[in-house]
């Protein structure tokens, strides 16, 4: 088929996607903002304990290994869509993205783990094995038969939740700068020392299922994702203590009893919401939360607290939507036709994948990615 379709992010959701096309001789403009492909999910620890957590992580190199590999897969690092028109076929100006997101940031030390797609970054004197972060990104414009929007989520941000005190005491970290953590170290160091973080407490549902920041949702992927780094921590170190401070737990999987009960001999739950926390003269972060069954507030000292941030809208929705002309549900994230439809959107030949229309973990969001591919060979007018 001699076609040419763009795919918007390249995330697990947009490299699954182009990887599908080219293999169905498709040639794929992939569209990434980031000066690197794999999303948040790049950036991911292995978590397995002595054995497979099924964690998914690793099939994001794995995908994005056969991507760089593809001869039909043109990418266009640092590069944003500044405009589509459709005409039988859509015409998409690119532009160089200005904004580079914060996770360039906290990605850039792991740059070699990346390795050998040496697409990651820091400033060009920290890049003299990579590519020049000032030389990426694509203006211009090209004529694509159809579009795949696979442009993911922003983690929930917790300095919102200030009595958190997340940005202002060191010890205080999201579940995403421990994932990056673990996978350049092996233990979970303590910011403010460098030493090992022997008492560790998890808060989930940060910034989900919470009213105040209109985010009702279950985020679906922060009770595994704890659970399978606790288990992983405590393999490596069984005298780490770990606290899970949870509303309730979803979403573990169908070995659901089995998980819980190996998990539930390893960590202490508790359920309550933590009110506040801040540091001690010993350097340690204390939790305060409300013990309902003794009716009294507890101070809890930890080494270190790692929130549970939930999977939000990207912050890009709102402008993408109007340039290409698609609702965003109430939630903030891509509006699907039809629950039954997945993939496609009230604009033909634009489609959705991933977590652009809502949480998902990586496996699902290969199965969203593969089955927008079908819509848009289906469109193209190819076979299945
Ligand atoms: C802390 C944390 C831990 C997690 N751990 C796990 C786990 O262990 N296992 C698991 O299965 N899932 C886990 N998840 C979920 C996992 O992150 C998602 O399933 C996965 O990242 C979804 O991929 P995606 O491609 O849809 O989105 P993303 O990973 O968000 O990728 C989207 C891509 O699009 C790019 N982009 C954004 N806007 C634009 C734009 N305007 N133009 C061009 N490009 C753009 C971004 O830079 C990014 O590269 C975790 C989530 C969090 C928050
Ligand atoms: S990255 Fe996850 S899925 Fe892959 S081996 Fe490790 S635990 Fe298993
Ligand atoms: S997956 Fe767990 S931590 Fe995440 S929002 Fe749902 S219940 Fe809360």
């Known amino acids: 088929m001699n076609k040419k379709v ?17 293999q169905k001789n498709i040639q794929v403009e992939l569209v990434e903002k980031s000066c690197f492909l794999g999303g948040k999910a790049i950036g991911f620890t292995c978590k397995a304990t002595d054995k497979c957590q099924q964690c998914g992580a690793c099939l994001v190199e794995e995908v994005l290994r056969d991507v760089v590999g593809q001869s039909n897969i043109n990418i266009h690092l640092r590069t944003e869509i500044d405009s589509v028109v459709k005409n039988g076929k859509f015409k998409v100006k690119l532009k160089k993205s200005d904004s580079i997101p914060k996770e360039d940031k906290v990605l850039t030390g792991f740059s070699k783990y990346n390795s050998p797609y040496k697409v990651v970054i820091g400033t060009p004197q920290d890049s003299k094995d990579g590519v020049n972060i000032d030389e990426l990104g694509t203006q211009g414009e090209l004529d694509v038969d159809a579009i795949i929007i696979a442009t993911g989520f922003t983690p929930f941000d917790p300095t919102a939740r200030a009595t958190y005190g997340y940005g202002t005491w060191e010890n205080v970290i999201t579940a995403l700068e421990l994932e990056n953590m673990l996978r350049s170290e092996v233990k979970v160091i ?25 985010s009702v949702w279950c985020s679906e992927v922060c009770c595994p994702y704890a659970l399978r780094m606790a288990s992983m921590i405590k393999y490596r170190y069984p005298d780490t203590e770990i606290w899970i401070f949870f509303i309730d737990i979803q979403n573990v ?40 069954i003794e009716d009294k507030r507890i101070l ?9 941030v939930g999977i939000m809208p990207n912050e890009d929705n709102k402008v993408l939507s109007k340039m290409i002309n698609i609702d965003l549900s109430e939630d903030g994230f ?6 039954m439809e997945p993939n496609l959107t009230s604009q033909e030949g634009i489609f959705l994948a991933g977590t652009t229309t809502g949480p ?16 848009t060979l289906t469109y193209l007018g190819g076979k299945k």
């Open 334 to 339: 891509f509006r699907e036709i039809d629950l």
């Open 360 to 375: 998902k973990d990586i496996l699902n969001t290969i199965s969203h990615a593969k089955s927008a591919v079908c819509e």
């Open 300 to 308: 809890e000292p930890f080494d270190l607290v790692v929130l549970s």
């Open 253 to 292: 999987g169908k070995n659901y009893l089995s998980f819980l009960e190996q998990i539930n001999s390893e960590v202490k739950f508790v359920t309550a919401t933590p009110i506040d926390i801040f540091p001690d003269k010993e350097d340690k972060v204390r939790v305060a939360y409300k013990d309902d």
């Open 6 to 22: 763009m795919v918007v992010g390249g995330g697990i959701a947009g490299l699954s996607a182009a990887l599908e096309l080219s």
């Open 190 to 214: 303590k910011p403010s020392n460098k030493q090992r973080a022997k008492k560790i407490g998890f808060i989930q549902c940060v910034g989900s299922r919470n009213k105040e920041f209109n």
